[in-house]
């Protein structure tokens, strides 16, 4: 399996690609007017407190106060106050927190009203992003993640990642960040920790700790709202959270951040410094790498997927609704469930890569095909729990309905990546169509199956602009029909045929689809 992070700056945004063994898995883009990423720390003020909600609102400095329920406080938030007010206004300045008392926890089923009083100092974490009309939720138990673990000031808990499997490595991390762990800070212990040395660990506790110090020089006479610590840029977090021995290409077009990231590999991992290169050529790097391409087809209502299957993808208000259709795929050495549980199983893994690409959350409904066999929906089940176990966002399956639907919850932390597929109608008649590649792709889909027929002659009657697209250039999509399945293609180009028009014809000059 080949891993490859693709960087493509502009203007005013810098898009990250990251392909497995080619294909689109994720896409993100940061935004020079992202002010309030999942992780920003700011030193804001309650707004006002609502115990009907048992939560408050805070100005953050966005157009809507930031929410922040009593659970998300934090056990230890009575020490976060009483820190906030010494160092604040300058009596305290040893930020260790060796020597500072820790006051007791709150109660879990306590009022935000006898925690947090209006116009009060808090300094809070981002946890989701503004999402369409609403502000932030935030979170007042901070926490610094590293490479390898993550800090969390006020606490003294050490805890290791689940899905690290043996009990041997995990006992083994646990005893070697307790010999390192600095009084009045809590470690969790990531899952890339696995098999990792104590000077490793410590490395990265050493840098999340200097983070820490300059976050709290920052509060001193700090106004209300700043933002005190923001969150690695998104290259850094991404490479941060994702990256592993299986990276076999990191691919930048800037040379300023191209820099950036090699000094950030060497740092995590000086072995695959040598991954790290400098995109330099007249095409642009998203084309070269056919993600351009990708993403006109994969981002539309209408997903394709192979043997004929592909999904409809629809988005309301209070869900997402994904419709597996099998297409006109027949297969007759297959019986029905044979071939429901073939189309099914491809819709899951399309699905897992769809959810994280789009970063869909919320509550999914996806209609697979009806299956009768319970092994054949036990075996649907095992497969998309085994696509989705690399995705990061938190994710819950249950198992197939009755009716064959699977609901999945994801975590939503930033706003569903919608990219425009459709483009203007050439004909000028103020319609929008699909994007030029995605019917190109629907050509060579159609021109497959009728290829598999054994016609002895195939002619394609299409748009003047398609067929110039079909035959120019070399090698030109034509040429590739004739080097894969051996067979020439007349190509016709007709001027009374619409923008989306094609028809195929055989011999004798009837047509065939």
Known sequence: MNKELIIRTGSSAVDFALLKDGKLIELNKEEDDSNFAVGDIFLAKVRKTVPGLNAGFVNVGYTKDAFLHYHDLGPQVLSLLKFIKRVSTGKLKD????????????????SIADVLKSNQSLLVQVVKEPISTKGPRISSELSLPGRYIVLVPFSNRVSVSQKIESKEEKDRLKRLVKSIRPKGFGIIVRTVAEGRKVAELDNDLQNLMSRWTGMCKKLYKAPHPSKVLGELNRASS????????????????????????????SEIAPKKESIVKLYDSNIPIFEKFGIERQIKTTFGRTVSMNKGAYLVIEHTEAMHVIDVNSGNRSNKSKNQEDTALEVNLISATEIARQLRLRDMGGIIVVDFIDMNKAENRKALYDH????????????????????????????RVRPEMNIKTREENPNKNGEEIEAPIVLVNRINQDLQKLLKKDYKKITLSAHPFIAAFLTKGFPSPRSKWFFDHKKWVKIVPRDAYTYLEYHFHDNAGEVIQ
């Open 238 to 265: 991404i490479l941060r959270d994702v990256f592993n021995d299986s990276f076999t290409s990191i691919c930048v077009d800037d040379e300023t951040l191209y820099t950036q990231i090699k000094d950030y590999v």
């Open 384 to 411: 998309l729990k085994e696509e989705m176990s690399d995705d990061r966002a938190k994710h819950k399956i249950l198992p197939p309905s009755k009716f064959g639907l699977v609901q999945i919850t994801r975590q």
């Open 95 to 110: 930020y260790s927190l060796k020597d500072f008392p820790l006051e007791k926890d709150i109660d879990k089923d306590g």
